[in-house]
């Protein structure tokens, strides 16, 4: 298998190939999953602690999930009581974590940029579950696997990624992911929710919904995130939700077999009629909150491999 990585900490670094081999792993964990023993060894002896400076009950169960199915000790720790807010700087708390002696890391934090620091002082792998609005990488790769399992492929499909863009880090890691698997990616929404500058990631950006969803195989909604607004970027959640949310009328210029995603939690009404949602023949929304729990298995799984291997000296990993 092809992953020669320390940490996950953005889709950036990764080869195509490595993303191949990543999901190929999360597929095995999706048939564990289903079955009656769920529970496999391989971090058997290995410390995980999920560090979450972000409340977020979804992708924290799913990495808790995660380590326990595949043997690790876990521990939460409650970061909002924590002494980060008696004053205690980030380096500080890297030190202290040292000297734990943890293996595996998953952490959130708000500002963009603070997991990759954390990385460079701890001695363990560090997995980003979403720092600030710069990545958020075991979702773009769960994503990708919902994709992958719902349309047979993941190369040269059109994905059109809608909604809140310049707050969201799920938008960037899947438009980077996307790209590098060689599919047609859209962005989607109104000119004050799209970054400066965003054409330079190769895709195509289009504020009127209707045109940015015709022929899509893939329509991905995404939240608008309130707490990451410092002014008024939408007149309205009502008028928003008439030009930019998911409807049936909008979704018929998809194509008929097109999927609907959201990487949660919906804000039903807003961005996302409820009806859509719950469409078991279009909605993969619930098979995501699966996908999460096998992708983080697998990405757990790779690095502690690399881990083992690096206090065996057999390789060089990067």
Same mark, same amino acid.
């Given at each position: 298998?092809?992953?020669?990585?320390?940490?996950?900490?953005?889709?950036?670094?990764?080869?195509?190939? !490595?993303?191949?081999?990543?999901?190929?792993?999360?597929?095995?964990?999706?048939?564990?999953?289903?079955?009656?023993?769920?529970?496999? !060894? *391989?971090? /058997?002896?290995?410390?995980?602690?999920?560090?979450?400076?972000?409340? /977020?009950?979804?992708?924290?169960?799913?990495? !808790?999930?995660?380590?326990?199915?595949?043997?690790?000790?876990?521990?939460?720790?409650?970061?909002?009581?924590?002494? =980060?807010?008696?004053?205690?700087?980030? =380096?500080?708390?890297?030190?202290?974590?040292?000297?734990?002696?943890?293996?595996?890391?998953?952490?959130?934090?708000?500002?963009?940029?603070?997991?990759?620091?954390?990385?460079?002082?701890?001695?363990?792998?560090?997995?980003?579950? +979403?720092?600030?609005?710069?990545?958020?990488?075991?979702?773009?790769?769960?994503?990708?696997?919902?994709?992958?399992?719902?349309?047979?492929?993941?190369?040269?499909?059109?994905?059109? =990624?809608? +909604?809140?863009?310049?707050?969201?880090?799920?938008?960037?890691?899947?438009?980077?992911?996307? +790209?590098?698997?060689?599919?047609?990616?859209?962005?989607?929404?109104?000119?004050?929710?799209?970054?400066?500058?965003?054409?330079?990631?190769?895709?195509?950006?289009?504020?009127?919904?209707?045109?940015?969803?015709?022929?899509?195989?893939?329509?991905?909604?995404?939240?608008?995130?309130?707490?990451?607004?410092?002014?008024?970027?939408?007149?309205?959640?009502?008028?928003?939700?008439?030009?930019?949310?998911?409807?049936?009328?909008?979704?018929?210029?998809?194509?008929?077999?097109?999927?609907?995603?959201?990487?949660?939690?919906?804000?039903?009404?807003?961005?996302?009629?409820?009806?859509?949602?719950?469409?078991?023949?279009? /909605?993969?929304?619930?098979?995501?909150?699966?996908?999460?729990?096998?992708?983080?298995?697998?990405?757990?799984?790779?690095?502690?491999?690399?881990?083992?291997?690096?206090?065996?000296?057999?390789?060089? =990993? *990067?």
């Amino acid at each position: 298998m092809t992953f020669r990585h320390r940490h996950l900490l953005g889709i950036e670094p990764l080869h195509p190939t !490595e993303i191949t081999t990543l999901l190929d792993l999360a597929d095995t964990y999706v048939d564990l999953n289903k079955s009656p023993h769920k529970r496999r !060894e *391989v971090l /058997s002896g290995l410390t995980q602690i999920n560090m979450f400076f972000e409340n /977020s009950t979804r992708t924290q169960a799913s990495f !808790e999930l995660a380590g326990k199915r595949l043997g690790a000790d876990v521990m939460n720790m409650a970061m909002q009581a924590s002494s =980060i807010k008696k004053g205690e700087t980030l =380096i500080d708390t890297a030190l202290t974590l040292n000297a734990m002696h943890p293996d595996l890391l998953v952490v959130r934090h708000p500002h963009s940029g603070a997991v990759n620091l954390l990385a460079e002082k701890v001695n363990c792998a560090v997995l980003n579950a +979403g720092d600030g609005k710069h990545e958020h990488p075991t979702q773009a790769l769960l994503d990708a696997l919902t994709i992958r399992r719902a349309k047979g492929r993941l190369h040269r499909l059109t994905i059109a =990624i809608c +909604g809140d863009i310049a707050h969201s880090r799920v938008a960037r890691s899947n438009l980077i992911l996307l +790209g590098k698997m060689e599919n047609r990616v859209r962005l989607v929404g109104p000119p004050t929710l799209m970054p400066s500058k965003i054409e330079e990631f190769g895709v195509e950006v289009y504020d009127d919904m209707k045109a940015g969803l015709e022929d899509a195989d893939v329509v991905m909604m995404l939240r608008l995130q309130r707490e990451r607004m410092d002014g008024g970027f939408i007149p309205s959640e009502r008028e928003y939700y008439h030009r930019y949310g998911l409807d049936a009328d909008k979704l018929r210029l998809a194509k008929d077999d097109a999927i609907v995603m959201h990487p949660g939690p919906m804000n039903r009404g807003v961005e996302i009629d409820g009806t859509i949602a719950d469409d078991i023949n279009r /909605s993969v929304i619930q098979e995501q909150v699966e996908m999460g729990v096998a992708v983080r298995m697998a990405a757990m799984d790779l690095l502690a491999r690399n881990l083992r291997a690096e206090t065996e000296d057999e390789g060089v =990993i *990067v």
